[in-house]
């Protein structure tokens, strides 16, 4: 069936430094990828989109890039800071036009 | 603009024993949706509305789940009779229309089942 999954259950950055979060799909009918933050207690929340026809956007302090020939996805935070601590999602529309969800990662900044 | 709202915040019922949950969307928003979060893993579509009709309830399970919409607007999520495995966070989306984009979450009812 269809699935996107994360690499890595848990993060661990130092407060200031880069962080990269992957996400790997299976669906190659996937046309459009969304980054989610969820805070404790709390919904996701949108951070950053891309559609299939681009391989790269970028926000502020968040970059998503799209690697369809491996079906990779990862969302780079420049300058990671105390409040980027959250787990992150990946998200696609499969050819259902559903909302698939990935496992999650969870980001732990280190001050 | 208010964001999405959902109540109660928490509930803890006893398996076997019914609970609902209430979601009301963004003003205009015409599309909704209950996912059901279990914890370590991301959430999954239960099921959406357009308006007051269903799009897709394929992964409800309707031997024990229901939902409606009413009028449109606000919906209730039920579960009756509940299970262990039904402890879960319940969040309720909602989107202007079909697209994706312009999607917003409300923070979710969390339900333990003893």
């Known amino acids: 069936g269809e699935s996107v999954g994360l690499h890595l259950p848990t993060l661990s950055v130092q407060e200031g430094d880069n962080s990269i979060i992957n996400c790997a799909y299976s669906?190659?009918?996937?046309?459009?990828f969304i980054w989610y933050k969820q805070e404790s207690g709390k919904g996701p929340q949108f951070i950053i989109d891309?559609?299939?026809?681009?391989d790269k956007r970028q926000g502020q302090r968040v970059t998503v890039l799209l690697n369809k020939t491996v079906k990779h996805l990862s969302l780079q935070i420049a300058a990671t800071q105390p409040g980027d601590s959250a787990v992150y999602f990946c998200?696609?529309?499969?050819?259902?036009?559903?909302?698939?969800f990935g496992q999650g990662t969870t980001l732990q900044v280190k001050p | 603009e208010a964001g999405v709202a959902q109540s109660p915040r928490y509930k803890i019922i006893e398996k076997r024993q019914s609970v609902a949950f209430w979601c009301n969307p963004i003003?205009?928003?015409?599309?909704l949706y209950w996912y059901q979060q279990i914890l370590g893993q991301g959430p999954k579509l239960l099921i959406q509305?357009?308006?007051?009709?269903?799009?897709?309830d394929s992964q409800l399970p309707k031997d024990r789940f229901s939902a409606e919409r009413l009028k449109g607007v606000d919906s209730t999520l039920k579960i009756q009779p509940a299970k262990l495995e039904d402890s879960a966070v319940y969040l309720c989306?909602?989107?202007?229309?079909?697209?994706?984009?312009?999607?917003?979450f409300g923070s979710g009812t969390r339900l333990t089942v003893v």
């Open positions: 998200a696609e529309t499969g050819n259902t036009g559903k909302l698939i």
């Open positions: 509305f357009q308006n007051n009709g269903v799009v897709d």
């Open positions: 989306a909602s989107s202007r229309d079909r697209a994706i984009y312009g999607y917003t």
């Open positions: 891309i559609r299939s026809n681009m």
């Open positions: 669906n190659s009918a996937s046309d459009y």
């Open positions: 003003s205009g928003h015409a599309t």
